[in-house]
């Protein structure tokens, strides 16, 4: 699976992305968002086992695709999306997370466009959902911009007692339903 817009591109994350992946998995910048002030703790080998055993495309309709992101300009990583369950009743949530050398120039936008348009054209899915850290003004931003809307929820993420260094996280709900959505939204 390959999806493209302007300036990123995004697909299944695979052998040759964990070096990218294991500097976003361990910027405390990144991961204090979600969690893990100290990033995930994971070595690089982990990293390249965990990528290793992902098990490719067998149903789409339950898969929580992970991506990684590229720029299209000189294929740099900026980092990866998750697609979410997309095959359940409850809302698909997709994830995102870059580099902090690539925030504030638009690829978060693209991404968010890019992903919310595959879901609601290529998948059952009916509503988007982001949980942004509510400290996120940025992605907050980014995600009302494309049409999301805070539905005044918010959530608080306890780790558990196995999760070593990660702290709780309270996190904003916003939603987009398909029938709102616009393909030339953002």
């Known amino acids: 699976m390959e999806l493209q817009i302007h300036g990123a591109r995004v697909y299944l994350a695979h052998h040759r992305d964990p070096e990218g992946l294991y500097a976003l998995w361990s910027d405390p ?12 703790g994971l070595s690089r080998q982990e990293v390249k086992a965990w990528i290793a055993s992902r098990d490719p495309v067998t149903d789409p309709a339950e898969q929580n695709y992970r991506l990684a992101v590229y720029s299209c300009h000189d294929h740099s990583f900026l980092g990866e999306t998750a697609l979410g369950f997309f095959g359940r009743p409850l809302p698909t949530e997709p994830d995102l997370k870059l580099l ?5 120039q638009g690829f978060a936008t693209e991404v968010v ?6 879901l609601f054209t290529m998948t059952p899915a009916a509503v988007i959902q982001f949980t942004p850290n509510v400290n996120n003004a940025a992605a907050i931003r980014v995600y009302e911009k494309c049409g999301f809307q805070q539905t005044g929820t918010k959530f608080t993420w306890t780790p558990p007692p196995t999760a070593v260094g990660a702290v709780p996280v309270t996190t904003l709900c916003l939603q987009l339903e398909k029938a709102m959505y616009r393909a030339d939204g953002c």
Do not use: I, K, N
Not at 30 to 37: A, D, K, L, R, Y
Not at 100 to 104: H, K, R, S
């Open 29 to 40: 910048r990144v991961m204090t968002s979600v969690g893990w002030p100290r990033g995930l």
């Open 113 to 118: 466009q890019l992903v919310t348009q595959f």
């Open 100 to 104: 902090p050398q690539y925030w504030d």
